[in-house]
């Protein structure tokens, strides 16, 4: 393209200015309203081309047109899916951020959507129970819009360091939250009774228990698990699965907190039997996934997160 410059006038410049003022650069109304690229039109520019780390100047040409389009997308405005060359502009990055706040780790936030970010929408659409197919678009900009109060005015850090909870602080939890917990097959419900054990032990006014089915859930729970170790085969349950047992506290709270239920029913998957499964599943295993499970329980519904 023929470079915009000082001095011109027109449709073309009424685009560049209104693409700067709505990413925050400020323009003269009167060159706006003439369509004139005028002195503070060149300096929004100018600055514009500084903040994007291209050369210095005052023109638009073809890279600072495509930086300017890139930067005017807002998350939702376009559908997001993996192609070559990658999508890529504000609104990938804002996916992005929001979806690392949130547990789903889609890498680096750098604006592009690659395989990193589509993982982590597909990550995020299986635990919101959707079609997990890494396409995000009205749905899945619905569900973390949803979840603005959780991500909102975040940052992910180091992934997600959530930490091990503290015994009083896990007993406290645990007194005040009702959790009913059930099993799809035999080496989740051994999981599921040691997770109970564990709470049990730790407060004896635990709010957890264990419930035969879904259909059995308590009157004022806040939430049902459903643990097992086969892929889920419906899209009506939000899925988390247990992968990275550093993101599995928060995958939990934003399953929680995006469910339109009034009592939540989130499935826990245990891949296998969990991350390096081998073909086999030893006392040993289950004991380690059960009290990793619970510290993430403790830690997904603690009130200074979700219950006030």
């Known amino acids: 393209m023929e470079p915009i410059t000082q001095g011109m006038t027109g449709a073309a410049v009424e685009d560049i200015q209104e693409r700067l003022c709505s990413i925050g650069y400020k323009i003269d109304q009167k060159e706006r309203d003439a369509q004139d690229f005028g002195i503070s039109t060149a300096t929004a520019v100018t600055h514009f081309r500084l903040n994007m780390g291209l050369p210095l100047g005052q023109e638009v040409d073809s890279a600072t047109w495509?930086?300017?389009?890139?930067?005017?997308?807002?998350?939702?405005?376009?559908?997001?899916?993996?192609?070559?060359?990658?999508?890529?502009?504000?609104?990938?990055?804002?996916?992005?951020?929001?979806l690392n706040v949130l547990g789903f780790s889609a890498g680096e936030e750098d604006g592009r959507y690659g395989p990193h970010t589509e993982a982590a929408v597909?990550?995020?659409?299986?635990?919101?129970?959707?079609?997990?197919?890494?396409?995000a678009f009205p749905d899945t900009f619905d569900a973390i819009d949803r979840l603005h109060h959780v991500w909102a005015g975040k940052s992910a850090s180091g992934p997600h360091p959530l930490g091990a909870m503290g015994f009083a602080r896990a007993a406290n939890v645990l007194e005040k939250v009702r959790i009913s917990i059930t099993a799809e097959d035999p080496i989740s419900r051994n999981i599921a009774g040691r997770v109970w054990n564990l709470a049990s032990a730790t407060n004896e006014k635990?709010?957890?228990?264990?419930?035969?089915?879904?259909?059995?859930?308590?009157?004022?729970?806040?939430?049902?698990?459903?643990?097992?170790?086969?892929?889920?085969?419906?899209?009506?349950?939000?899925?988390?699965?247990?992968?990275?047992?550093?993101?599995?506290?928060?995958?939990?709270?934003t399953a929680w907190a995006g469910s339109k239920e009034e009592v939540p029913v989130i499935r826990i998957e245990f891949s296998q039997g969990g991350p390096g499964y081998d073909g086999t599943f030893t006392v040993g295993d289950a004991q380690t996934y059960a009290v990793m499970l619970l510290d993430a329980i403790c830690t997904a519904f603690d009130e200074e997160n979700l219950l006030h």
């Open 206 to 253: 635990s709010g957890m228990d264990i419930i035969a089915s879904v259909e059995n859930k308590r009157p004022g729970d806040h939430a049902v698990l459903v643990l097992a170790t086969s892929p889920n085969e419906t899209e009506a349950i939000p899925n988390v699965i247990v992968d990275d047992p550093s993101t599995l506290a928060m995958r939990i709270r």
């Open 122 to 135: 597909k990550q995020f659409q299986e635990s919101m129970g959707q079609l997990p197919d890494g396409m």
């Open 66 to 98: 495509i930086a300017l389009v890139d930067e005017s997308y807002k998350m939702g405005d376009r559908t997001l899916y993996l192609r070559l060359p990658n999508f890529h502009g504000a609104d990938v990055r804002q996916l992005q951020r929001c």
